[in-house]
């Protein structure tokens, strides 16, 4: 029986991952952070609510469908609207109110029952599954709507960029769908077979609708200027990794998808540019998509992409950022042809 690692003490656990490490090419330290993230995927979809969750984002292309290549550190989760408001369950896919009001009242409603959720059951499920495990030396901190769960460190981080917690961003406005059950493994573990890791089976949205979320979030960025917390960047290189791959070939021609994207965020997710006037998603995704900002904007995101590329989450071939901004015009010519 292959001996659990997170039984192993601290100073066996470092040699562990200095030596998955030097095989994999990888810092120690985001090999180890990689690790958490799949244990609180697996805690949190091991227990009866996680069949309202659906994994995304861009750890989601990273873990499960090996799209791109960047770390990706933190963990974005949905919770089912129809779950959190009982009485649209049964509503087919994600409800689209007839009216913006209607969607803010929604919106209010979802955002309180997500944060009674967050702080009843999601946060002290995670607690619980450390003590149960006896899995020492974690913190889960609640944050609103969010979960941090900080964790003992055995290896160093590549920089201050990178910290020792699993960040669990949860929202509650959507359905998740289309979505899918992948399972997820840590990356040390295709080297260390002598060790057993922690595992986890997320249902999982679908690439091609994290594609169209990330693209009219940039899309966003580029009317507004407007830079929401570090590594936002990382969207545009996800774009580009996404472009590199049949995942984008498959989403520019489901426009479908593209357009109730555009449905739900037109109701839930109101947008002003710079000038003030209404974001309009539909009309982005049916010819009008900007991808590639300029002026005052696109210097915000060279400064956050270098940051982004010094902290050692990207890999060493990584593309400058005037190519990633290139490449994000091939795609916005594409989108909009």
Same mark, same amino acid.
């Given at each position: 029986?292959?001996?659990?690692?997170?039984?192993?003490?601290?100073?066996?656990?470092?040699?562990?991952?200095?030596?998955?490490?030097?095989?994999?090419?990888?810092?120690?330290?985001?090999?180890?952070?990689?690790?958490?993230?799949?244990?609180?995927?697996?805690?949190?979809?091991?227990?009866?609510?996680?069949?309202?969750?659906?994994?995304?984002?861009?750890?989601?292309?990273?873990?499960?469908?090996?799209?791109?290549?960047?770390?990706?550190?933190?963990?974005?989760?949905?919770?089912?609207?129809?779950?959190?408001?009982?009485?649209?369950?049964?509503?087919?896919?994600?409800?689209?109110?007839?009216?913006?009001?209607?969607? *803010? !009242?929604?919106?209010?409603?979802?955002? /309180?029952?997500? =944060?009674?959720?967050?702080? &009843?059951? $999601?946060?002290? #499920? %995670?607690?619980?599954?450390?003590?149960?495990?006896?899995?020492?030396?974690?913190?889960?901190?609640?944050?609103?709507?969010?979960?941090?769960?900080?964790?003992?460190?055995?290896?160093?981080?590549?920089?201050?960029?990178?910290?020792?917690?699993?960040?669990?961003?949860?929202?509650?406005?959507?359905?998740?769908?289309?979505?899918?059950?992948?399972?997820?493994?840590?990356?040390?573990?295709?080297?260390?077979?002598?060790?057993?890791?922690?595992?986890?089976?997320?249902?999982?949205?679908?690439?091609?609708?994290?594609?169209?979320?990330?693209?009219?979030?940039?899309?966003?960025?580029?009317?507004?200027?407007?830079?929401?917390? *570090? !590594?936002?960047?990382?969207?545009?290189? /996800?774009?580009? =990794?996404?472009?590199?791959? &049949?995942? $984008?070939?498959? #989403? %520019?021609?489901?426009?479908?998808?593209?357009?109730?994207?555009?449905?739900?965020?037109?109701?839930?997710?109101?947008?002003?540019?710079?000038?003030?006037?209404?974001?309009?998603?539909?009309?982005?995704?049916?010819?009008?998509?900007?991808?590639?900002?300029?002026?005052?904007?696109?210097?915000?995101?060279?400064?956050?992409?270098?940051?982004?590329?010094?902290?050692?989450?990207?890999?060493?071939?990584?593309?400058?950022?005037?190519?990633?901004?290139?490449?994000?015009?091939?795609?916005?010519?594409?989108?909009?042809?």
């Amino acid at each position: 029986m292959p001996e659990p690692f997170l039984q192993l003490s601290r100073g066996d656990r470092a040699d562990a991952l200095a030596v998955a490490a030097a095989e994999l090419g990888r810092p120690a330290g985001l090999l180890e952070k990689d690790l958490w993230v799949v244990w609180t995927l697996g805690a949190l979809f091991r227990q009866e609510f996680g069949t309202a969750l659906t994994f995304k984002g861009g750890t989601s292309l990273s873990k499960v469908f090996r799209v791109i290549d960047r770390f990706s550190e933190d963990v974005d989760l949905t919770c089912d609207i129809r779950t959190l408001l009982p009485e649209l369950a049964g509503e087919p896919g994600d409800p689209i109110p007839g009216t913006r009001s209607a969607a *803010e !009242r929604l919106t209010s409603r979802a955002r /309180d029952a997500l =944060r009674r959720w967050v702080g &009843e059951a $999601a946060g002290p #499920a %995670l607690q619980t599954a450390a003590l149960d495990e006896g899995v020492e030396g974690i913190t889960v901190e609640i944050q609103s709507t969010n979960l941090v769960l900080s964790y003992p460190v055995s290896a160093d981080l590549p920089s201050a960029y990178v910290a020792p917690r699993v960040l669990v961003e949860f929202g509650g406005r959507s359905s998740g769908e289309p979505a899918s059950l992948h399972g997820v493994e840590c990356d040390a573990e295709v080297v260390l077979k002598d060790l057993s890791f922690p595992r986890a089976t997320p249902r999982v949205m679908e690439a091609e609708r994290t594609f169209w979320e990330k693209a009219t979030a940039a899309h966003v960025f580029c009317l507004q200027e407007n830079l929401r917390g *570090e !590594r936002f960047s990382r969207h545009w290189y /996800d774009l580009v =990794r996404l472009h590199q791959h &049949e995942v $984008a070939e498959r #989403a %520019l021609a489901d426009r479908d998808l593209a357009r109730r994207v555009a449905e739900h965020k037109s109701m839930f997710f109101r947008e002003k540019s710079s000038a003030g006037l209404l974001v309009d998603y539909l009309a982005a995704v049916d010819g009008a998509l900007s991808l590639v900002p300029e002026g005052a904007g696109r210097r915000l995101l060279a400064e956050d992409y270098e940051k982004m590329s010094g902290s050692g989450l990207l890999p060493a071939d990584a593309p400058s950022f005037d190519q990633v901004m290139a490449e994000c015009a091939e795609i916005e010519d594409r989108a909009n042809a």
